[in-house]
């Protein structure tokens, strides 16, 4: 099981300009539920708080008012039923790859054997099982934000939670990676909530695309395709790809929908 | 800059063998080998105009190696390093044993740095000079005393180092270990801390200049001791290059010291020098 529940999440926070303290109300009342095993991508311009509503669901920020549940069970922190993906990986760089893996399932309490083994496992499933013994910065950009996922994957939480996690790659990396991401859900079933700027990645990666203005779910669109995606490259040249693509093009600049 | 980055990229020319002459002239001489030659000038330099100097009011480099050798042979040197070194080891530990925890507190919790954050700041322009006299009355005037006296001078920078290289490290290396249930303890001694390693091992090597002037003000003004006792005694004789004997050994183990902490700074956080690459003419 894996299901998210957010509820009437509202987040206001003062922020001091010049003399005056101002209100900003990052969040009003934003209500959704991704479903177990769905993948879900949040998406609209910078400062629109996504980055906040994600923040809030893994238990790193707290809510001003609503509630977000896990499987029905009311989230008070962080918990080894989330896993976070950083944006930019945020290995700790004194630790080699496998550590930094470890430290989750340390955290967690586990421990001896099986500590490396679900390590081991983890980095495996992301395709760096030779690179366990390099430390972050011998790592690209990519290689450290696959460290990142197998990090979060390896305490097995029931949702993924992913921020921004390819925006800081190289173009054609990030590619690589969204397949592989596909990929990864398809052999795990994880429940995934993310976050992104792109919308091709939103498209292409999710059952569904949240689209939040100013503070707000201005939108929750359907993505009309199949699982598994085994075939990105076919994909993106679909005409459904392409269709939905402009959909959620245009609530993005809050355009009205079109009706045919 | 972009004229060595034209360089790896152009095409293969007649002119190649020459730029790589200027570059390798460019790369210059070893970093050791300026030391060396810097060292050999100024030493040059005072041995030529120090002989014309009043043996009391100055000395000269050879003048000195020989007051060097004759107290090295008859054991007054090596005793006295000894004398020194003791107070100045256990001080020094206990600075580190205490500044880096307190430093790592104050500059991870707010109520601490508002509580005790303000002490370590004046203590650090501390005239400790001054307090010495009352140091010896709570102390006596051997061992502990001159310990104690190292470890006021030395754990502040220490403490305040720690205390802006807790500050410095990025928030979201915190949250990682926020969102794998870390608790604030774990989360110190996982992240913080070694974040902070940079930091508190250059707060550590600012100490170490201040240790050993404290351990001399030690030995000057408590039970007259060690190195400082060679100063003190040379200087009352008018043998002053006698008494720079110990000023130059200072400055060698000061100097070494630095390079040992260096180096195991390198050691401990290799990743330091990888991200923070310098990168200078």
Redesign the interface.
Known sequence: MGEVSLIDITKRFAVRDGREAQLVRALEQVSFTVANGEVVALIGPSGCGKTTLLRIAMGLESATAGRVLVDGREVTGCGYDRGMVFQQAELLPWLTALENVMFGLEMKGVRGAALDEAATRALALVGLKDAGNRRPYQLSGGMQQRVGIARALAIDPKVLLMDEPFGALDAQTREGLQAELLDLHARTGKTILFVTHDLDEAVLLADRVVVMREGRVRDIMDVPLQRPRVDPAAIRGSSAFAATRYRVWRAVHDLPELVH | MTDSAERRTHLPQASDRLDDLALARRAGMPHWAVTTISLVVMLAAWEFFGRDINPVFGSYPSAIAVAFWELTTSGLLGRALLQSLQPFAAGFALAIAVGVPLGLVIGRFRAVEAAIGIYVTAGYAMPLVALVPLLMLWLGLGFAVKAAVVMLMSVFPICINTWVGVGAV?K??I????????SDR?ILR??VL??T?PYIMAGIRLAVGRAVVAMIIAEFFTAISGLGAIIINSANNFDTARMFVPVVVLMVLATLLTALIGAIERRV???QA??AGRDRD
């Not at chain 2, 949250?175 to 870390?182: C, M, P, Q, W, Y």
């Open positions: 990025p979201s290396l949250d990682v270990g926020k969102s794998f249930v870390a774990t996982r992240i070694p974040a390693l956080a290799p990743w990888e991200i």
